[in-house]
T-cell receptor, first 112, second 112 residues
């Protein structure tokens, strides 16, 4: 089935050690998004791409970067994770001009 | 500014109706959404309403939008134990994109 796949589902990283989360989609959607959802909080948009055009939310920390090498894949890089970066990271896709976003199951990041 | 507020918890008995409320602050919202999140899962779009509508019905779900008061509600008729989940209200400000601002979510607990 066409879907948004995030790997891994659970990721443990050490404080300060770079980590990369990945997202792939088989929907051929031209827009991809990364959201951060901390415990008991609202999901918060970090970035979105329209094709390769990158859009960074104003309050996304500099510690977070993203890459989209092709339509199907998008990566979230956290350069130096802190304890405050522990969260669920959600990837989503949509087709430009359409209202519905499709979410992956998320990657839960633990920082130790 | 962008802010979406929801009550945090609702408990109902199976077979009753549930009403989850949400207020938003940005009157330029294009679409308003309700997403459902089950434990350990990603976000699933339940329903949406375009900002020029005031009501939408979809099987057991009824969405009411009061633009004057910036109030959105989701009514679930004949609530079932399988409806137990966290429900997120979200607004989209940029036409054509699902760059969503979410509320913190309402945990719905349905007891037999």
């Amino acid at each position: 089935d066409a879907m948004v796949i995030q790997n891994p589902r659970y990721q443990v990283t050490q404080f300060g050690k770079p980590v990369t989360l990945s997202c792939s989609q088989t929907l051929n959607h031209n827009v991809m998004y990364w959201y951060q959802q901390k415990s008991s909080q609202a999901p918060k948009l970090l970035f979105h791409y329209y094709d390769k055009d990158f859009n960074n939310e104003a309050d996304t920390p500099d510690n977070f970067q993203s890459r989209r090498p092709n339509t199907s894949f998008c990566f979230l890089d956290i350069r130096s994770p802190g304890l405050g970066d522990a969260a669920m990271y959600l990837c989503a896709t949509s087709r430009l001009g359409e209202f519905e976003a499709f979410f992956g199951q998320g990657t839960r990041l633990t920082v130790v | 500014g962008e802010d979406v507020e929801q009550s945090l918890f609702l408990s109902v008995r199976e077979g009753d109706s549930s009403v989850i409320n949400c207020t938003y602050t940005d009157s330029s919202s294009t679409y308003l959404y309700w997403y459902k999140q089950e434990p350990g899962a990603g976000l699933q779009l339940l329903t949406y309403i375009f900002s020029n509508m005031d009501m939408k019905q979809d099987q057991r779900l009824t969405v009411l939008l009061n633009k004057k008061d910036k109030h959105l509600s989701l009514r679930i008729a004949d609530t079932q134990t399988g409806d137990s989940a966290i429900y997120f209200c979200a607004e989209s400000l940029i036409s054509g994109y699902s760059t969503l601002t979410f509320g913190k979510g309402t945990m719905l607990l349905v007891s037999p």
